[in-house]
């Protein structure tokens, strides 16, 4: 079945550290990507998104991600996080083979420790 | 700009019961949609409207969720009768262009005990 992953659920980093969030699809064909974020006690916002040329897609507040085809991924990255990125991350994903409906992942809750 | 308004912002009703949810997308934003959130997942898509016809409801239970998107502005999305596992929060969400969705709404936390 078509599907996005998100393969850890939990992530703790202290501040500074660098982050990496993991994110896979099964869709195959054309596919739009996307991160959201919901802040504690926020609505749930889009954090950056792709859809085609540089697969290096950079997003607010430091945040890029990168589309690497071959293996269906989408990580999410920043370099040194800030206690203010405590959230629940979601990677999501639309395919012109399913209908182009937005599809999400499970979620990642980080939590920083300043 | 003001954004997609949800009420209410929380409901806990027995099961059994009905409830129904009300929402008020951007201005302008002719795609609306109804997702639910269980704890612990990733929103799910429960239907699309396209100004007011569906695009997708393959995912609604349509046994007992019902949704309309009178004049194609609100919407309201309703359960009847409820059950346990619907115990979750209902985004709503709209866009001027889909299926990019910048603007999701509050949500309404259902409780169904």
């Known amino acids: 079945a078509q599907s996005v992953s998100q393969h850890n659920h939990h992530v703790i980093l202290s501040e500074a550290a660098s982050l990496e969030l993991g994110c896979n699809y099964s869709y195959g064909g054309t596919v739009n990507l996307f991160w959201y974020v919901q802040y504690p006690g926020q609505h749930l916002q889009l954090l950056l998104k792709y859809f085609s040329g540089d697969p290096l897609v950079k997003g607010i507040k430091g945040f890029e991600a990168e589309f690497i085809k071959s293996k269906f991924s989408f990580n999410l990255r920043k370099p040194s996080v800030q206690w203010s990125d405590t959230a629940e991350y979601f990677c999501a994903v639309t395919a012109d083979n399913a209908g182009n409906m937005l599809t999400f992942g499970g979620g990642t809750r980080l939590m920083v420790k300043p | 700009e003001a954004g997609v308004a949800q009420s209410p912002r929380y409901k806990i009703i027995e099961k059994r019961q009905s409830v129904a949810f009300w929402c008020n997308p951007i201005?302008?934003?002719?795609?609306l949609y109804w997702y639910q959130q269980i704890l612990g997942q990733g929103p799910k898509l429960l239907i699309q409207?396209?100004?007011?016809?569906?695009?997708?409801d393959s995912q609604l239970p349509k046994d007992r969720f019902s949704a309309e998107r009178l004049k194609g502005v609100d919407s309201t999305l309703k359960i009847q009768p409820a059950k346990l596992e619907d115990s979750a929060v209902y985004l709503c969400?709209?866009?001027?262009?889909?299926?990019?969705?910048?603007?999701f709404g509050p949500g309404t936390r259902l409780t169904v005990l």
């Open positions: 201005s302008g934003h002719a795609t």
């Open positions: 969400a709209s866009s001027l262009v889909g299926p990019v969705i910048e603007f």
């Open positions: 409207f396209q100004n007011n016809g569906v695009v997708d």
